[in-house]
């Protein structure tokens, strides 16, 4: 995207921040077991690797990533998948710890996988989506995130045209795996985007009715140490809304 020249002072500190993203595509269509997608049945082999959450109950199937469907990324497994749960409840599991599975390898052969998922009936009602959908991917460059703490130390002090062509160049909603995040209200203490990287985001999508609260998203941050040792199981997730 073109820097305008009201900011083109910030030109080469913008250029510095560019990251590759892969923007997220939803499609009303069934999927295989491997294949990536919101909601529906993840990819299972054995019903009983399934997680539960806290309370006991099935959690919440979000998402799965199939990673070799994606434009590679930095730091991210060329291939394998990539499943979200986050805890049965009405708060979308706002307040318990979500699960994502590596799953290294997977097969092919649905005659030996599970088709259907029988706990879904048991929490589609809080689900943040009306419709499971088919995800492809395209993939993007992304300037610093507009609310991420290095841009709001970096603008503190810039016009307020300025602000507003920053804003709308470096603006990261959207559904999307890797760049930056885009926090509706602030970001969480921990986050900066050195030390963080974006897994998942899921934000506002007419198409399958994806909406946390009152025009929220969810997002999904690993350690960059983590993700590089293939290390998912202290993924940090939040969401906000207005």
Do not use: H
């Not at 995207?1 to 990251?19: A, C, F, G, V, W």
């Not at 749960?85 to 590596?102: I, T």
């Not at 990287?197 to 994806?210: F, W, Y």
């Amino acid at each position: 995207m073109e820097i305008p020249q009201i900011i083109k002072q910030y030109e080469d500190y913008l250029k510095s921040t560019i990251r590759p993203s892969n923007r997220i595509i939803f499609t009303v269509e069934d999927t295989k077991p491997w294949e990536s997608k919101l909601g529906g049945c993840p990819y299972l082999e054995d019903l009983k690797q399934y997680p539960m959450g806290e309370s006991g109950k099935p959690m919440m199937f979000m998402a799965q990533i199939n990673l070799g469907e994606m434009p590679p990324l930095p730091d991210f497994p060329r291939e394998g998948l990539l499943q979200f749960y986050v805890e049965n409840d009405d708060c979308f599991g706002l307040d318990s710890l979500c699960v994502v599975k590596y799953i290294p390898q997977y097969i092919t052969d649905e005659a030996a996988l599970v088709r259907e998922n029988p706990y879904y009936k048991d929490y589609e009602e809080n689900l943040p989506f009306t419709k499971n959908c088919r995800i492809t991917f395209e993939q993007e460059e992304k300037y610093v995130g507009s609310n991420c703490p290095e841009f709001e130390e970096r603008f503190d002090d810039v016009s307020e045209e300025e602000m507003d062509a920053l804003y709308d160049l470096c603006e990261a909603s959207g559904s999307r795996v890797g760049g930056y995040p885009y926090f509706v209200q602030y970001a969480p203490a921990y986050y900066n985007s050195q030390d963080y990287v974006l897994l998942l985001q899921l934000d506002v999508d007419g198409t399958s009715g994806l909406m946390f609260g009152d025009a929220g998203n969810c997002n999904f941050l690993i350690s960059r140490e983590d993700l590089l040792a293939g290390n998912f199981s202290e993924v940090e997730y939040d969401w906000q809304c207005c």
